[in-house]
């Protein structure tokens, strides 16, 4: 985390110092606050891309993962949203790959 802060120049430098000390508690909430101040959220291929790529992570919490994956979808814009079953196929996919399942064994009986 501290190689990414040292990269920072310029506004994004000071964004990040401007904040408090104790204002992220992960790489996953200094990323999610860089992306909501710098990233370009209008593009809709990018949220789509996310979500295309999301994965739960080893030690994550279920509870956790359930936030990070609803904020992405609520994120992506009516145009871009995916139909309900590509969501569920990929929240499967997402969810599982942590586990060594494939998700292709439950998929065929939705």
Do not use: H
């Not at 110092?17 to 606050?33: E, G, P, T, V, Y």
């Not at 994120?75 to 399942?101: F, H, N, R, W």
């Amino acid at each position: 985390m501290k190689l990414l802060i040292l990269s920072l120049e310029d506004d994004a430098f000071d964004w990040f110092q401007n904040k408090a000390d104790n204002a992220f508690d992960s790489l996953r909430s200094l990323l999610d606050a860089f992306k909501n101040k710098y990233g370009d959220k209008l593009e809709g291929k990018y949220l789509v891309k996310e979500f295309n790529t999301i994965k739960k992570r080893e030690n994550e919490m279920v509870e956790e993962f359930n936030q990070i994956f609803n904020k992405l979808l609520r994120d992506i814009t009516q145009d871009c949203k995916p139909p309900e079953k590509t969501i569920l196929e990929q929240y499967l996919e997402a969810y599982l790959v942590e586990t060594g399942m494939r998700s292709d064994v439950l998929i065929p009986i939705l």
